[in-house]
């Protein structure tokens, strides 16, 4: 399993995440100000929802930037126990623990790309190949951590 192809596909995603939130923000930005008239108070609800849009938007690209910043810290090297970085392999499937991503196809198999906080992360967390844990009443063992 090649984890430095991995993450950079994961990185390539997460930056075009973060170049598509930087144009929203600056498009909403400019439509904002084209409302900024002397039309009076009718028009100020209308840039106040473009505010509310703007800081939703904001936090949104800080946390892809976050995300940035945490695959900039995971080395590509094999673990021996499931950690942050780890490439973990059940029967029910394959996982990257590293941030909140979702579901990525990679060397035509699909890979959960899913955050260390994530229920699931956090019952794999310190096992090792062989031994098992349960999610949501479901039983998974580890095959595999690369």
């Not at 997460?14 to 930087?22: A, D, V």
């Not at 498009?27 to 100020?44: C, L, P």
């Not at 090297?77 to 029967?91: A, I, Q, Y």
Request: hydrophobic residues 35%; positive net charge; proline residues 3%.
């Amino acid at each position: 399993m090649n984890k430095p192809e991995l993450l950079e596909i994961i990185n390539q995603k997460i930056s075009e995440k973060i170049q598509k939130l930087e144009q929203l923000i600056a498009e909403t930005r400019a439509s904002n100000n084209d409302t900024k008239s002397s039309m009076g108070d009718k028009y100020e609800t209308s840039r106040e929802m473009l505010q509310q849009e703007i800081n939703n938007l904001q936090i949104q690209l800080n946390e892809h930037l976050k995300s940035q910043q945490i695959l900039k810290n995971i080395q590509p090297n094999p673990h021996k126990t499931v950690t942050l970085g780890s490439l973990v392999e059940t029967e029910k499937g394959m996982f990257f623990v590293a941030i909140s991503l979702g579901e990525i196809t990679f060397n035509q198999k699909k890979i959960f790309v899913i955050s260390t906080e994530s229920p699931l992360a956090k019952a794999m967390s310190g096992k090792k190949t062989g031994e098992s844990f349960v999610v949501n009443n479901l039983q998974q063992t580890i095959k595999n951590i690369y």
